[in-house]
């Protein structure tokens, strides 16, 4: 190559500079595109079911998307068809015993795990992530006999209780303490505290947000439960949303309008529930996963 | 020394306390049901009481086996799977864009995690509407490609016939060409099905939820002094994916693996249930939803016992080997 003046030199750099801010550009620009494309993708199914609810019936099943005649009182007519105040009701009552029995009993066992020095400790938490990897379907039988036995079937009772039991809490419960110095919990010790104190008064508000993370996927999770609620459940005043859903598309499936006014009035508390509390799951899931 | 071990002791009487809501619990509801289950399975219990009650031995896992509905269900469950690692590798590639320095990170990632966060019964029924193959968007859309872009003139001039729109939910087709009634290949069987519409459903969902996340957090943890080195080395885009960011994410990959199996292996069962009551023809019936079918609808515990056995059995072994490859690569 020939020797460059220092003019030519300055040129050079600054066009070899320009041509990189340019491929910068471009590909900043190509990475949003792929974004957009794959957020349209996600969003597109939603927009539809929303459109579809507002339709008239005689109008669900045109190819044109927007209702001619907007028809907000779907919303109105699916409370008229069935009770889905009711099913709303037993959903959220239901997800909220689970969440508090199951947060309540997995602080409790990671404490154990993680702020008190006993044999065998380690052995037995082992165990308990064994247990991790027992899939549903096995205990779904059992528990289900169990039940019957236990005249619960058919009852809030039998939705609750055996939801209220988790090794999966106690797993994420424990990471969050372990983070928690122990000197607190020794000086609270000192100064005579007993260790429910400790447990209640030290180491759970400083577990907040590990404590507001299980809460939400505890909730979300038997907020939208299906399989346990559909075998247990034979009243229609006990059914939760899903299950309400499933009779109500299966009993009204040609009137897909109600259907998706129904659907969207499920799914709108995720929604919100989640565009809320989007740092604590993202949080959780990431914790969740650092295993090993 | 011997303060600390009486320290050690008065502690496990503590613990006990904290630990016995939790235990009970874990006892009554999962390691006392997995025994039962699989005691039962060695039994013709029948909960409506038809028959009178038998110990069989292994009579159940016999017929089982011998059963063809039982190996098209285990097909079924294995077909659904094959989405996973176009899945999983989609998640990656989302991630990766995401974590670069770029506007509206926050926007997008509550977008692609929607379908995640809201699954459930009501999306279900979405999908099914979409799927309608007559009424529904899915379809409505394909035709409108098909006639604007001249497809299917083109289709009617190469090959004599136009191009039909999938029937989705009501086809027993699937990509692979699996026949329904034997399990091997044939021409006539290829097409888009049932299976793989349930497949695609499921790479909406899964994509940009809990796995994207994942990579994310194992995205961020790559210090940027390696990728720092690669650029001094003079690696390209290529080279710096294949030897930083691949090795640096393989304990997020390796987990994400083994979940998905486990996950995978015992899937299908709200689908089927809502979508499909398990058809056309079986073809949407996974093992899960033949447990369910078994259990709750025929009430044969000591037949469905058996087979939730098999598919223990089975996650367990999947699960096994993936620690066996995978824990190696990992700690390499």
Known sequence: M???????????????????????????????????????????????????????LSEVEEINPIPTTWHPENYIEVFKEIPFGRYYFNSVFVAAWVTFLQTLTSAMAAYAFARLHWPGRDTVFKLYLGTLMVPGVVTMIPNYTLVVKLHFLDTYSGLIVPAAFTAFGTFLLRQFMLTIPLALDEAARIDGASHWRVFWDVVMPLARPGVITLVIFTFMGNYGSFFWPLVLIKSEHLRTLPIGMLFFDSSYGKQTNLIMAASVMNILPLIILFICTQRFIVKGIQLGAVKG | MKRTSRRRLADLGVAVLF????????????????????????????????????????????????????????????????????????????????????????????????????????????????YNPEFGPVNAAIGWLLHNLRLNDLAQFLSGHGIQPPEWLQSTRNLLGIETEHARLSGASWGIGARDAIMFMGVWMGIGGGNMLLY???????????????????????????????????????????????????????????????????????????????????FQIGYASAISWVLFIIIFTITLVNWRLGGKQVAE
């Open chain 2, 19 to 130: 630990l016995l809501p939790n235990i009970t619990g874990f006892v009554v509801f999962t390691a006392g049901p997995v025994i039962f289950s699989l005691v039962v399975s060695f039994s013709n219990w029948n909960l409506q009481q038809t028959v009178p009650f038998q110990w069989v031995g292994l009579k159940n896992y016999v017929e089982m086996f011998h059963t063809e509905d039982f190996w098209l269900y285990f097909i079924n469950t294995g077909y659904l799977m094959l989405a996973m690692p176009v899945s999983i590798a989609g998640s990656l590639i989302l991630a990766m864009l995401l974590s670069q320095k770029i506007r509206g990170t926050v926007i997008y990632r509550t977008l692609y995690y929607l379908p995640s966060f809201t699954s459930g019964v009501a999306l279900l029924i979405l999908w099914k509407a979409l």
């Open chain 2, 216 to 298: 994310l957090a194992g995205l961020s943890n790559i210090p940027q002094d390696l990728y720092d080195a690669a650029e001094v080395d003079g690696a390209n885009r290529w080279q710096i994916f294949r030897n930083v960011t691949w090795p640096c994410l393989a304990p997020t990959t390796f987990f994400i693996i083994v979940m998905s199996f486990i996950g995978g292996l015992q899937g299908g069962f709200e689908q089927a249930r809502v979508m499909t009551g398990g058809g056309p023809a079986g073809t949407t019936t996974t093992l899960a939803y033949y447990i369910y079918t078994r259990a709750f609808e025929q």
């Open chain 1, 2 to 56: 020939a020797e460059m003046t220092p003019e030519q030199y300055q040129e050079y750099v600054g066009r070899r500079k320009r041509a990189a801010g340019t491929r910068r550009a471009v590909g900043t620009g190509a990475r949003h595109l792929v974004l957009i494309v794959v957020g349209l993708t996600m969003l597109l199914p939603f927009t539809w079911m929303c459109l579809a609810s507002f339709k008239h």
